[in-house]
C-alpha cells in the first residue's frame, strides 16, 4: 500500500508541469472569453454596431469557449487530485491538453477564417446547410475542433479507482458509447 502511495506520489509530482500548462491555457482561454463577451455586452449597449455576421461568429466561438473552459479546468483540478490516489499517465494527461488547444485552433479558424457562425450548439441541419452563409468545409473545421476535444477527454477514461471504506460506489455511468455498469466491490 505504501509502495503504490508512493507511485502515485511521484506521478502527482511529475504531472505538476502539465498542471500548471492546463491553468495557463484555462486562464488564456478564459481572458478571451471574457473579452469577447464584453465586445457583445458593448454592442447590445449601443457603444458601437458589429457586423452581424462577425456577432454571430464571436457568439459561437464564446459560447464553444466557456464549455471548453469549464471542461478543461475540470479535467486539471481531477488530475491533481486523483493522481494523488491512482496512478495517471502523463502523457495521456498531456495528450488532452494539446488535443483542446488544437480543437481550439480548428474552432477559431471555423469562425473567424471560414466564417462559422451556427452558435454554439451545433444543431442539425444548420452547421451543414448555412445557405451559403459559411461553407461546407467551415462547419466541419467547427466539428473536427469539437471532436479533438472529446476525443481529448474519453482517453483519459481510467478503468478503475481504488474504493475506500468511505468512497460510495457509483452505479453506473454515462459515457458517448452508452452506460458502463460498475462491477467493483460495495
Not at 59 to 69: A, E, H, K
Not at 103 to 132: C, D, K, M, Q
Amino acid at each position: 500500500m505504501a509502495q503504490a502511495s508512493a507511485t502515485a506520489q511521484d506521478a502527482a509530482s511529475s504531472g505538476r508541469g502539465a498542471v500548471v500548462a492546463y491553468l495557463v491555457t484555462v486562464g488564456i482561454v478564459l481572458l478571451l472569453m471574457i473579452l469577447l463577451g464584453l465586445l457583445m455586452m458593448t454592442q447590445h449597449a449601443g457603444w458601437f454596431e458589429l457586423d452581424p455576421a462577425f456577432f454571430y461568429q464571436v457568439m459561437t466561438v464564446r459560447g464553444t469557449g466557456m464549455v471548453g473552459v469549464a471542461g478543461i479546468s475540470g479535467a486539471a483540478i481531477m488530475w491533481h487530485f486523483l493522481s494523488r490516489h491512482v496512478e495517471l499517465t502523463r502523457a495521456i494527461f498531456v495528450l488532452n491538453l494539446a488535443l483542446f488547444v488544437a480543437g481550439a485552433v480548428l474552432i477559431l479558424a471555423a469562425a473567424f477564417i471560414g466564417g462559422f457562425a451556427a452558435g454554439w450548439t451545433f444543431l442539425y441541419p444548420l452547421p451543414g446547410h448555412s445557405n451559403e452563409v459559411w461553407s461546407p468545409a467551415a462547419a466541419a473545421t467547427d466539428l473536427l475542433g469539437l471532436t479533438a476535444i472529446g476525443v481529448g477527454f474519453a482517453v483519459q477514461e481510467v478503468q478503475q479507482v481504488p474504493l475506500e471504506a468511505h468512497d460510495q460506489r457509483l452505479d453506473f455511468i454515462l459515457t458517448e458509447e452508452g452506460l458502463i455498469f460498475s462491477t467493483g466491490r460495495g
